[in-house]
């Protein structure tokens, strides 16, 4: 085996901390002989509330960080970093596939149910015109119902994934809501999945709750198919972690959310 056998090389993952790894993660059962480096921009997270031109840097610096690492494709599994940067990073890096994610608004749309669809993402996500084109493709017959979560990531970045701190976050969410009206929630970023119990706990069982990592795992295989990057080995891949934090609890938790 060469060397330069492209197919020998790790996916990169990045993030603006730890939610990414709620992609990272779907993607290791679907392609589990791929070897796998995963950024987290903890130390720089929140991206939801930064402008998008910083927001548009860091994706940059990320991506950078992946090459170095000999990334032979990169995931953008932030759904905030994709709306910011998707674009411009396909342009400067044609050469590899870059995937990104967004709210997986068609899945919530096709389960056909009666009632609201609540979209859960940071502030940027729901302002930026990436999802406002997909919000304009299904809004005629479909009651969207965009919630900004602004604070929520933090939770998840230390850590906290129960508890009542949360539990009152998320009810204060939905307070102006008629939770019986809802008929289902997308996590329209990639930490939520991580509080997806608490979140259900709040809303009840019989709201479905959807998020985007199926469908961009789906797509990584698709898209380094098409290129023929699969990796051929049999053996079980590897996974690198990293973060701009370099303290080892981080790392910690980075695993713990894998498992
Ligand atoms: N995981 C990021 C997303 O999917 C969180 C963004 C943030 O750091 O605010 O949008």
Redesign the pocket.
């Known amino acids: 085996m060469s060397k330069n056998d492209l197919t020998e090389k790790p996916i990169g993952f990045f993030?603006?901390?730890v939610?990414?790894l709620s992609v990272m993660k779907k993607a290791m059962e679907i392609l589990p002989n791929e070897d796998y480096i995963y950024f987290g921009?903890s130390k720089?997270?929140?991206?939801?509330?930064?402008t998008v031109e910083e927001v548009k840097e860091l994706s940059f610096n990320a991506t950078e960080f992946l090459l170095s690492k000999r990334a032979k494709a990169v995931v953008v599994?932030?759904?905030?970093?994709?709306?910011a940067a998707i674009e411009d990073l396909r342009k400067v890096y044609s050469e590899i596939p870059i995937i990104g994610?967004e709210p997986a608004l068609k899945p919530a749309v096709e389960l056909n149910k009666k009632g609201k669809i609540v979209i859960m993402?940071?502030p940027?996500?729901l302002a930026e015109k990436k999802f406002n084109k997909l919000m304009n493709k299904y809004n005629e017959n479909t009651d969207i119902y965009p919630l900004p979560c602004?604070g929520l990531?933090e939770f998840i970045?230390k850590g906290t994934l129960s508890g009542e701190e949360l539990s009152n976050f998320l009810e204060d969410k939905f307070s102006h809501l008629e939770k019986k009206e809802i008929a289902s929630v997308v996590l329209?970023?990639?930490?939520?999945p991580f509080v997806k119990d608490e979140i259900k706990k709040v809303l009840g069982e019989d709201v479905s709750i959807i998020d985007g990592s199926e469908g961009t795992a789906k797509e990584l295989k698709r898209r380094l198919q098409e290129r023929n990057l699969l990796r051929k080995g049999r053996r079980i891949g590897t996974v690198e972690i990293y973060n701009s934090f370099d303290n080892e609890e981080i790392i910690e938790l980075c695993y713990k959310l894998l498992k």
């Open positions: 993030d603006s901390g939610g990414g921009d720089n997270a929140p991206y939801g509330i930064k599994a932030c759904n905030t970093a994709t709306s994610i993402a940071t940027m996500t602004a990531v970045e329209g970023c990639t930490h939520y």
